[in-house]
């Protein structure tokens, strides 16, 4: 009984997905659920990318300049860890003794609530 009905409401979810005046629909109720874990997962990629960085300064004696992240993000990591769960590159400001990395969030624009930011500073 129970596979059924799971059945049924992968099937209810393709038509739905299938005709576009339903899809839109779809769309709307599905991102409040959705939303939270995306932006929970850039957060645990963020952070991956801070460990990183970290790890490289630990090693090198030197963070990434913010001129070199984008090679820097090429040589180190591959496939969508470099993009948001929105498909935008995370953006990268170093200092002489701290950086910050940042997602523009679901909105895709810089300086809204929605974005999210790791900062560290190295320890004296």
């Not at 299938?18 to 929970?40: K, T």
């Not at 003794?97 to 004296?124: K, M, N």
């Amino acid at each position: 009984m129970v596979t059924r009905l799971i059945l049924l409401i992968i099937l209810g979810f393709v038509a739905a997905l299938y005709f576009p005046d339903s899809r839109e629909m779809m769309i709307e109720e599905v991102m409040p659920v959705i939303q939270p874990m995306l932006v929970w997962n850039a957060e645990r990629e963020m952070d991956t990318l801070a460990r990183s960085v970290r790890r490289e300064a630990r090693e090198t004696y030197q963070i990434p300049a913010t001129r070199s992240w984008n090679a820097w993000l090429v040589a180190n990591f591959t496939g969508d860890a470099a993009t948001d769960p929105w498909g935008k590159t995370y953006s990268y400001q170093a200092w002489a003794d701290s950086f910050a990395i940042r997602s523009d969030g679901p909105d895709g624009e810089r300086g809204g609530t929605d974005d999210i930011l790791y900062s560290w500073q190295r320890p004296f």
